[in-house]
């Protein structure tokens, strides 16, 4: 598609051309007028604008020749029309030459850009409308506009060669450019392009575009001439050799050495060029052996699909890469060969991407995006091996090839990096046993498995010819009772055949081009759907008691539809969808083909074909929705690894939303209700049935559609759907398969397995969506909101999606412009409390928010719901939670605002919340003792039950931070005794080593001594042996010993109490013994310290041995003390020389 750029060479000849013989040529002279100086092709009626009008058709017949002509110049190489006859008149030979050249615009459009936005006569691609500034730069667009500013000039065809020059008018930041264009073409289709414009790029330039639509358009004005051999042939030799001579003359810089050397080589007799008879000719057209298609650049095609792959996604390269996709299959529609031969360069490219042997090393996976390419790449050589007019050779060229890359061992998996078995294509063929489980799976499933599994699909079955070509049958024989009858009882054709290999023989006709027969084969598989789908119903209902008494079945859908490689129900669907909204096919679906030959009429009445095998009512659209509830609504099992389970998910979204882009009617509606019916009565066979499979997938987002489709219409069965899609089984344990009481059974394919659901956390999600779409539809009916509730209940196990449902029925009652909705409240209220019941065992970093949402929920709820959580606290929270949370808030003054209580109703709530205090204070004291004290303040026998249960859990339940805070708070509320009596009591659990000068509880010991200190002699007396005890620690003692030194004890005191006002003395007790501690405590923390000091702390411990000697000078002896420590230390310590030389400075 990218052109060369080749200035003054021309492409390679094809063939050879010989006109030596004497009397062929007197033949041709004697019948022909002469070539030299013919005017152009135009002549006669073939040169109208890519054929005739039917009136001009009518007042001007076309000519026998040019019918003759035309069929020829399309199906036959010249080479073979030289051969098969010995002589071919000039005219007739340039009017095959006039007719070669293609005479539409929808392929040239085609190749020239990514998008075509022609669908018909050359006319309307060329005139399309909606040019958006994207669509003026494509190639297309681009050449029109050189087209029709006249910048085409120099049009010259010789044979089947088209030459000329095109003019790029200059621009603002662009000089003018003079293209010399040349393009050679063969059988209407163009062989190669050659452009000066040095354009590197998968399509046609727009140069080459100009240049072609200028002879596809404008025919009359380009001069035609016969191939250069032949005009060469009528020249004698005088005429030979002044012709060669001025060529060589006008281009001598070019072509003097080449044509010396042609010279040396025909002179020489041996030369290669003289065994060979003949020489080549590059406007003679195509030899026998030429593949006849279109040029395609296979060079630039692997650069670029490189390239976009080597950019990872980045750019919008995913996007080319689908913009390509998208182009094999329009050539594909078009029939056009270069469609597999593109594909096999894309995959070509695909299959050695150095990314894929990176992630098989590391063991990751691929990326989504990228992994949907795989799939699509695929699904389009599905399509292409399944052609039906296919020939043989090509099949096998394509199944070795198909073949080769599925051994390589980078080659992708069909359900992405997951060793995941599914059913064989052949192997679901009616013929086949059906349910034969030996036959059923095959491991290493690549992407072209399937499509090698294809090369074994034919398409000579009779019925299946009848059904793609009939539309019509008298003769038919219908079995009732046979489940593969070719007919229904209305004689309506039907197709047994595995649904997923049948709808790829509708999606391969779609993709060549057969819209009509694609559309009569969907319609008798969806018949056939429909019919199996009545049988099943009535199997069910015949065996109803049977089935769920041993709560099994004979059939089990191991492969969905929905989320499928080969995607079924999406075929199906666009195929009836586009026809039946008149899209790109309608206009050829009008067209009745039968199967004999030269049946093909056109209709006397508008009516689609196929038709006729439609419903009363019924139109394709229709007939499309109904398909896709059948598939949506099958029962199936959950497949294994994460893109495949993602892409049941997507696929499904991707349904729906097609489906919600359809127009409801009362025919829709009717289809709806029913397929809801058979959904609800199928059994076994559907999702929302009474038996499901516990690995089947869920049926949420579907219900959800269903239930808004329905709702407005019939609202019992909506609800009805929604509640019995509600179920999620691969959560729940399996029921027993005797139990008749549960109207649900669930039953395990696989007995004891745990399937990895990768994407359960979004189907968890999709059931809450549901239930809060019941939830608010529900709003006022109280019958209905229980029946919810009840299911919300059973069928949702995850916290947090019940809290949404609670929060979101919340929302819902308590509308601003409204009143409160009762009912719907407290079905808020009643998911709350099971959300706390859920989480109360549980750890969940919302479950404060989850407390304090369900007191304001209750709050709004009245009084009665807040004394109801109150009362059954120790099922719904923590002592903590009960206490901080619940019992504070029902007892602040917005609550009690926000109820409207009056004094008796605020005094029974108060008791309610004192009552819960106190007992999670006896079941927690060390986290909620605090808390029931503060809360039981006014309440004067409910406060001193609060400080019993701090005393009886002292001993043993608390540590000596939670007695400190009591304490501190004892003390703030004027109880200093009791202060003291806990502050003791939390002195006995604590011990202070020698090096925690900064633990956090000095604070609290500091704190407990003034304390004892303020309130006189003997509290002093009494807490002094305590801190001995506990604290070990130099500096603290210290510090406690100064402030007892500063003022008299009971100086500070409350309730006025004072003594004598004198200080206790040091060498007496308590303080004696505070003072020994003290001194022990520097001796043996210096000793400690200089067991591994270093340098850098010299002078921090000198400081140190400074305050000892403060605390050694208030002793008596405390100078004497000093000394022999110090002396000491000199001696023990004497080999650190640099630090006892400091000692002795500071100290002597």
Known sequence: MAERVQQQQQPPAKRLCCRYNAACRQGQRALGAPCVGGGGGGGGSGASHGGESSSKATQNPETLLDIAARRVAEKWPFQRVEERFERIPEPVQRRIVYWSFPRSEREICMYSSFNNTGGGSGEEVGSGGGESGDETRLPFRRGIALLESGCVDNVLQVGFHLSGTVREPATSSEPELVCNVSVSFDRCKITAVTCGCGNKDIFYCAHVVALSLYRVRKPEQVKLRLPISETLFQMNRDQLQKFVQYLITVHHTE????????????????????????????????????????????????????????????????????????????????????????????????????????????????????????????????????????????????????????????????????????????????????????????????????????????????????????????NYCHHENLSSALFDGRGWPLWHEHVPTACARVDALRSHGYPLEALRLAISIVNTLRRQQQKQMEFFRTHKKEL?????????????????????????????????????????????????????RRTEHPVLPAQHFLEEGESLVSLAVETALIGLGQQRVMPDGLYAQEKVCRNEEQLLAKLQEVNSDDALLKIFRKQAGFLLEAGPYSGLGELLYRESVPMHTFAKYLFTSLLPHDAELAYKIALRAMRLPVLESTSPSGDLSRPHHIVSVVANRLPRWFTLSHIETQQCELASTMLTAAKGDARKLETVLESIQKNIHSSSHIFKLAQDAFKIATLMDSLPDITLLKVSLELGLQVMRMT????????????????????????????????????????????????????????????????????????????????????????????????????????????????????????????????????????????????????????????????PAINDVLWACALSHSLGKNELASVIPLVVKSVKCATVLSDILRRCTLTTPGMVALHSRRNSGKLMPLDKAPLRQLLDATIGAYINTTHSRLTHISPRHYSEFIEFLSKARETFLMAHDGHIQFTQFIDNLKQIYKGKKKLMMLVRERFG
């Not at 990872?312 to 329009?330: A, D, M, T």
């Not at 709560?551 to 080969?566: D, K, Q, Y």
């Not at 120790?874 to 007892?891: C, D, G, H, K, Q």
């Not at 000596?960 to 703030?972: D, N, P």
């Open 548 to 600: 769920l008494h041993k709560g099994a079945t004979s059939v089990t859908n191991l492969e969905g539809w929905v989320g499928h490689p080969l995607d079924p129900i999406g075929t199906l669907f666009s195929t009836l969808t586009e026809t039946g909204r008149g899209g790109e096919d309608a206009a050829a679906a009008r067209l009745d083909f039968s199967g004999s030959p030269g049946s093909c």
């Open 255 to 474: 072509v003097l050495p080449t044509a010396q050397k042609l010279a040396d080589e025909i002179l020489s007799q041996n030369s290669e060029i003289n065994q060979v008879h003949g020489a080549p000719d590059p406007t003679a057209g195509a030899s026998v052996d030429d593949d006849n298609c279109w040029h395609l650049d296979e060079e630039q095609v692997q650069e670029q699909v490189k390239l976009f792959l080597s950019q990872g996604g980045y750019h919008g390269s995913g996007k080319q890469l689908n913009l390509l996709f998208s182009k094999v299959r329009e050539m594909l529609k078009m029939r056009d060969s270069n469609g597999a031969r593109m594909l096999t360069l894309i995959t070509e490219q695909f299959m050695g991407d150095p990314r894929l042997a990176l992630w098989r090393q590391q063991g990751t996976t691929m990326t989504d995006k990228y992994r949907q390419l795989w799939d699509e790449l695929g699904a389009l050589w599905m399509c292409i091996v399944l052609n039906p007019h296919y020939k043989p050779e090509q099949k096998g060229f394509w199944l070795r090839q198909l073949r080769r890359w599925n051994c390589v061992d980078v080659c992708p998996l069909e359900d992405g990096n997951h060793g995941n078995e599914l059913t064989n294509l052949t192997n679901a063929l009616p013929q086949g046993p059906p349910g034969n489980p030996d036959s059923l799976t095959r491991p290493h499933r690549t992407v072209f498995t399937r499509a090698i599994e294809a090369c074994d699909l034919h398409w000579q079955d009779p019925h299946l010819q009848h059904i793609t070509t009939e539309d019509h049958y008298a």
């Open 840 to 999: 109360l065992s549980t750890l969940n970093w919302r479950r404060r928010e989850m407390v304090r949402w369900l007191v304001t929920c209750a709050t709004e709820a009245g009084v009665f719901a807040l004394d109801s959580i109150m009362q059954s606290w120790f099922t719904l929270f923590t002592p903590t939670e009960a206490t901080s949370v619940v019992a504070s808030t029902v007892m602040s003054n917005s609550t009690i605002v926000r109820l409207h209580l009056d004094c008796h109703q605020q005094e029974n709530l108060a008791n309610s919340a004192r009552t819960l205090a106190l007992q999670c204070a006896m079941k927690d004291p060390q986290n909620c003792a605090l808390s029931a004290l503060t809360l039981c303040e006014k309440d004067h026998i409910a406060f001193e039950t609060a400080y019993q249960i701090v005393l009886d859990a002292a001993a043993t339940g608390m540590n000596y931070t939670q007695l400190f805070t009591i304490a501190r708070y004892m003390e703030h509320r004027g109880y200093p005794m009791r202060a003291y009596k806990l502050a003791t009591l939390a002195m006995t659990h604590l011990n202070l080593s020698y090096n925690q000068d900064t633990h």
